[in-house]
């Protein structure tokens, strides 16, 4: 199988469905002649011309709205924001016109788009530019939100979102476009709202998603160094939650950490803790653990930096306190 | 009703006529509603349009195949002109099953997209991207459509509609951005809002055409306003319009509109198209007050009618609030 | 003792502190000449004159961006918001301007201000304006929030966060504005941080903030009713969590319903249960129970939104349910 | 250093070699952190000031006691300017504990209030708000003091820019905002961004005066820039001025500008403030390589005792973090 980046999984799946629809289009700002500040639109101006790759300003709210019209007019926009931080200015464009337009008005207008970019912390960019925005975009009815830590779950999600009918969130990360994996040549597609088990196992079920993906497999090998067989679920849609896959895991298990790149209070890691709690109530042998990013804005310097995110060290600990394993 | 007259004719007897009574109906239509909303009947937000008809009829009367309105919460004008059925509209307000969006909207969100009313919103300023994107899919396919978006002043100074028209500007998008100039967001006079006078002073640094009149009769309004819809349709070039209007009653039913003098008022009276449309059928075409009484009883009629359709709708079905938040809903 | 409605507290809050240091101003949309869209600063313009309550344009992003730098300048505002679902378009300003910059600064600037204004659904508003803010709020540091529910706790804790030297949101409720209560003649102040045991019980712990206060006291009082004897918490400060408080009455009762306006994925209402199911999941008899807005868009039509709101029978029927009692 | 003749002064000789120091320091400073940069030693995003120095050299010459700079990510020259020490931000970019920040900001915000650096912005748009804010606070106590508030010309098209200028020109607020219209926002030319090509077409729908020139020497840019700052802090009359100028070097380290021809580079060269300053003090004040040389050797060692300074500072202490995120944190 080829070996891709995860960036050019992402370029494949919409330049695929580019030359499958031409109601899908790009924009966002440098999509275009810069080829996207991560490259992610690589070659895409240069086969579907200025009309289907279109350069903004910097606007976010205005071409995120313009996304919403022209999928109310029967277009399949993919919005990309440059970081999904710059997506804050654009927030009134997502939660009062993409997520309701299609409650809204009855069901007569449907808005099939897709709004992607990188999210959460990348590297010493300070905080403005180092958050997770999946406690807010998760937080309100009429989106779905996935978020991708493969090139094959990249490629497949994304073919699949930009199909959808309905906006999706779409979640990358700019530390991890390089990150490389197989991917099957010719077209295939992964359903929205199905987790994956990224590493099977019957002790301790880890739950994760985007970053704290490859962090969480390094925890498991630790784990498994350590005799604890941890079990990696990556949630890859974080609205709606596949619930059964969680709770199909922890059954099995008993045992729980939900670790992720994004602070602690509420969000997606608050959201499946209780939802473990409330329905394994009597299958839990050990509180739930979150491991997460610390509860501060974050720091430019690097130490400061590290130290906020969660280590596989953290998450195994996190494991094995669950597991009442001696470290 | 069509126009029987061309945007630039001369109106003739009929076309004054009609005019007269697409203005009417609106008015009427909302005077039932604001009754209806003294008696409970309503509630929520009920923004009236009552003086600013003029605006809506011309509009709908440019309207082609495919065109569209966008505007905001002051949408039922533009809804009963465009040829919404005013039952639905009025079951909408009621919060009814046959509402326009089946209740769930209310007053600030009539949509009737086949008729080209592609929604009431109620975000000040957060429609002008979405209205531009309607614009750029237009342009993107080439249907040959003109979309017109309408914003009160008081939203001329929110981000997003800076935004919306720059793209529109930059991209040469067939839109047409119509500024109602009321002279009051909320309780805000014009000149607390902004030291401009003329809001059309924008229009430059979006590269947009622009123009700017006092409303007070429809036929104008229709001829001034075509050129700008012309202009977009065929050439893609946007255009900022700021149309001097005013509306007779407060912001919305809460609000008892105490900042503005009786007199301010009785002046705009005078200028209020409806009135003058009234006056040109007595005065140039010899109508007494029982030719115009008789419109009005028959318009008054229709639009009790829709009143009674409206309270004799069911509320929605409880299951319906679960549909359409995702297309698999429903 | 007088009894005042909440809106008449929350303006002798402002009024005192506005007397009391001249730093502070009000400024928004309407809070002038209109004497506020729900009539919160009546009054005021006429004492305090055009200086210090300001009359603002249509523009959320600016004049909270405005209010963040008057602070950083060493002003007191007061932003009123006229509800806060229009705050959605000044997201950027709060997340990435108020609840940055003293972290961003090394503590050169501090942003002491008040965001406030209502919260949540109020009666038949459709989607749009019938939003909980709390889960997007609550889920960055750098700020603090707050949830008032009584004319008492409105007075006090508006004079504490005008005091506090951090930027506050403050939350109140459109339909709750005409809610009386009695408030004591003469200065006093509520902690930000305390919660508030709105009536002692012992045997579920019911766990609410803002709108869900009545109607969670209602479900209570139907408890007594049929033998179930429910503590109602008001939290009344939502970040931080005064989770002490929430912990005591848990390991008192063993038994919690988390009750609220809310959307139920993430924010308070998942952070809180999560809490308890860690903290005290040695304690705990029943699962924690959540009561709160379906996770839909309002409707306008007043049937369906009714039935997307929490009533006192679902709360009582929750309370049931972790009392293991028969309906 | 202040400056020895004002604003309006023709410049005499040790003037000239003032701004030419100053200027190179920024130039050197920055071309010392890039090398750090490529070094691995800097990291996160790095945006050179290099071509735009005069802008800052000459707004520093304007400050009064209490003025502030406000300014986007593109912060070390005005930092340099302003009297910050340049070990402490070039510890900054180091992310060290003797940063301008205590090594939280990097080098997107540099910040030292008692040196009226009121800091680096990094979200585009957002400071104008803020900036607007100071100059309320201003005119709310008083101070005398004015806000220079600057920005890309990339920065003209979004919405936070719009409602910053809109309330600073409807309250009349002491600020002077001004635009480094550097062509290019990040990959993009200007003409890529908008329609026009003069960006203060916009001033008069703010109420502002404004003024225009291309930025190739630093005294005819003080002059006229000190004519804004002058009623702005007299006549609480905001300004909208733009600066035609150039950036050098990419967007941030990562943008090799693939997006510009050589040619245009080297036209650009040529009107370097930097250059022609150094042509001056060679043509008319009698300067040789030798004393260029000199001058150029002190700077480049005051910058390179900067680099050391940062490279032997500490990182910040493991517990920083948990500091200042509320004033409690302390
Ligand atoms: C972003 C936002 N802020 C505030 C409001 C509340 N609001 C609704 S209408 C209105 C006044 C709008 O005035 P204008 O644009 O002149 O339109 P008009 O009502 O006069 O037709 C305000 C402040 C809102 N809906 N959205
Ligand atoms: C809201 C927002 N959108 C996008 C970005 C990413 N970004 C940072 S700088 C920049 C270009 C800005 O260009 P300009 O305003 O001309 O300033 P210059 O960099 O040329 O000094 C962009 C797109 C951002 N920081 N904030
Ligand atoms: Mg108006
Ligand atoms: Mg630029």
Chains 1, 3 share one sequence.
């Not at chain 1, 071409?63 to 970081?83: D, H, K, S």
Request: aromatic share 10%; glycine share 8%.
């Amino acid at each position: 199988m080829p070996t891709l980046q995860i960036r050019e999984a992402l370029r494949e799946a919409m330049d695929e469905e580019m030359a499958r629809d031409d109601r899908v289009f790009v924009m966002g700002e440098e999509v275009g002649y810069y080829e996207g500040a991560y490259k992610c639109t690589q070659g895409l101006l240069a086969k579907y011309g200025e009309q289907r790759v279109v350069d903004t300003p910097i606007a976010e709210a205005g071409f995120a709205g313009v996304g919403v019209g022209a999928a109310m007019a029967g277009l399949r926009p993919i919005i990309e924001f440059m970081t999904f931080n710059f997506s804050a200015v654009a927030f009134d464009q997502i939660l009062n016109n993409a997520a309701k337009m299609r409650h809204l008005t009855g069901g007569q207008f449907t808005v099939p788009m897709v709004f992607r970019g990188p999210n959460a912390a990348a590297h010493m960019l300070s905080s403005t530019h180092s958050q997770a925005f999946e406690s807010f975009y998760c937080g309100f009815p009429g989106v779905k939100v996935v978020s991708v830590a493969t090139p094959y779950d990249a490629k497949g999600l994304l073919k699949s979102a930009v199909r959808d009918e309905n906006p999706v969130i779409f979640f990358e990360s700019e530390v991890m476009y390089g990150v490389k994996g197989e991917v099957p040549e010719g077209e295939y597609l992964i359903p929205i709202g199905e987790a994956d088990i990224k590493r099977p196992g019957d002790q301790v079920t880890v739950i994760t998603w985007g970053q704290g993906v490859p962090t969480a497999l390094e925890a498991a090998k630790m784990a498994e160094e350590n005799g604890i067989d941890a079990e990696v679920i990556d949630l890859r849609t974080l609205r709606p939650l596949d619930k059964d896959a969680i709770l199909n895991s922890v059954r099995k298990t008993n045992r729980v950490v939900v670790s992720y790149h994004g602070w602690p209070y509420g969000g997606t890691g608050a959201e499946v803790a209780d939802l473990i709690a409330r329905e394994c109530f009597y299958d839990l042998d050990a509180p739930v653990e979150r491991v997460c990013y610390e509860d501060i804005n974050f720091s430019y310097a690097e130490n400061l930096e590290q130290l906020a995110i969660p280590s596989p060290k953290q998450i195994y600990e996190a494991i094995a306190k669950v597991a009442y394993h001696s470290l | 009703m069509t126009p029987t007259t061309s945007p630039t004719q001369a109106p003739d007897k009929d076309e004054v006529v009609r005019v007269f009574k697409e203005m009417l109906r609106i008015r009427r239509f909302e005077e039932l509603a604001s009754r209806a909303y003294t008696q409970g009947k309503i509630s929520g937000f009920l923004h009236l349009y009552i003086g600013q008809e003029a605006i809506a009829v011309a509009t709908a009367d440019l309207m082609k195949d495919g065109d569209r309105v966008v505007t905001t919460y002051r949408d039922h004008g533009f809804a009963v002109a465009l040829g919404c059925e005013p039952q639905r509209c009025m079951a909408e307000l009621f919060g009814k099953k046959d509402g326009l969006v089946g209740g769930v909207g209310g007053s600030m969100h009539f949509f009737d997209r086949d008729k080209g009313m592609w929604g009431g919103y109620a975000i000040v300023g957060g429609h002008l991207p979405v209205a531009a994107g309607h614009a750029f899919a237009s342009k993107y396919t080439g249907d040959g459509a003109v979309t017109l978006c309408f914003l009160g002043e008081g939203a001329m100074h929110i981000g997003a509609t800076h935004e919306g028209m720059h793209l529109a500007g930059l991209w040469k998008l067939p839109i047409v951005f119509v500024v109602e100039n009321n002279q009051y967001a909320m309780g805000t006079p014009l000149k607390r809002q902004t030291l401009v006078d003329d809001l059309t002073v924008r229009a430059p640094a979006y590269r947009m055409t622009s123009d700017r009149w006092e409303v007070t009769d429809v036929f104008e309004t229709r001829r001034r306003l075509s050129e700008a819809v012309e202009r977009a349709r065929t050439d893609n070039q946007p255009a900022l319009i700021e149309l001097l209007t005013y509306r007779f009653r407060g912001h919305s039913m809460s609000d008892p509109a105490k900042y503005r003098t009786k007199d301010e008022v009785e002046v705009q009276r005078k200028k209020d198209p409806l009135y003058r449309t009234e006056q040109s059928l007595r005065e140039d075409h010899g109508f007494g007050d029982d030719a115009i009484e008789a419109i009005d009883d028959a318009i008054v009629e229709e639009m009790q009618a829709a009143v009674d359709f409206a309270e004799a709708s069911p509320q929605p079905d409880p299951e319906h609030r679960f549909r359409n938040h995702l297309v698999e809903d429903d």
